[in-house]
């Protein structure tokens, strides 16, 4: 001890460390708790986010991706996304020619879509309702596969209603009606795929 009972200047100097590897533990203490909180605030909102996310979002954001979708147990279309309106989405093939147009509502399973999304704020979504997609297939004449819950059709769109679709069925594949060619309509709310052929 000093004069006056004053501590050594090294035991002064000893407390001064002391504290200041204290202070410096507290400092690095709070800035790990600080970054663990904006960790776990940046989490929520991202969870957040992906709550908001519809099917049409995610398909957006596999535009131009290359997809499988699981409409039932044996129904699988494949391509790459083209346009996504509401409630429906287009599938290109080869060359970028419209192979499908799927309702969204009939997908059940989904192979290579991206985790990215395109909300709809952030997008374009296709003015066309499934209707006008179907009258514009119907306006070209194409031959179809018209796939529903209960089998699949083959034939030419001959009508689109609110919520019906006319099928002229070609029973043997020919491209233009036959002797046992039908009128078959079918409710959208059963569609599962129109395949263009």
């Known amino acids: 001890m000093g004069r006056r009972g004053r501590p050594a200047p090294s035991a002064a100097y000893s407390v001064v460390m002391r504290f200041e590897r204290i202070f ?4 690095g ?4 708790h600080r970054q663990e909180e904006v960790r776990a605030v940046s989490e929520e909102l991202t969870r957040a986010e992906q709550a908001q996310l519809t099917l049409a979002d995610r398909l957006r954001g596999a535009e131009d991706q290359h997809v499988t979708l699981h409409l039932g147990p044996a129904l699988r279309v494949a391509g790459t996304v083209q346009d996504v309106g509401a409630g429906w989405v287009s599938l290109a093939g080869e060359g970028g020619r419209l192979r499908a147009v799927t309702p969204l509502a009939a997908i059940a399973l989904m192979e290579g879509l991206p985790s ?3 909300p709809m704020g952030d997008a374009v979504l296709s003015p066309l309702g499934l209707g006008s997609i179907l009258r514009e297939i119907a306006r070209d004449r194409s031959v179809v596969r018209v796939e529903t819950a209960a089998g699949g059709v083959i034939g030419r769109i001959a009508a689109v209603g609110a919520d019906t ?4 069925t070609l ?3 020919e491209p233009t009606p036959v002797p046992g060619s039908a009128r078959i309509t079918v409710s959208t709310a059963a569609l599962l795929a129109v395949l263009l052929n």
């Open 29 to 32: 203490q709070f800035a790990h």
């Open 171 to 173: 029973p043997t594949g």
């Open 116 to 118: 990215r999304a395109r």
């Open 24 to 27: 410096d533990d507290l400092e």
């Open 165 to 168: 679709l006319d099928v002229r």
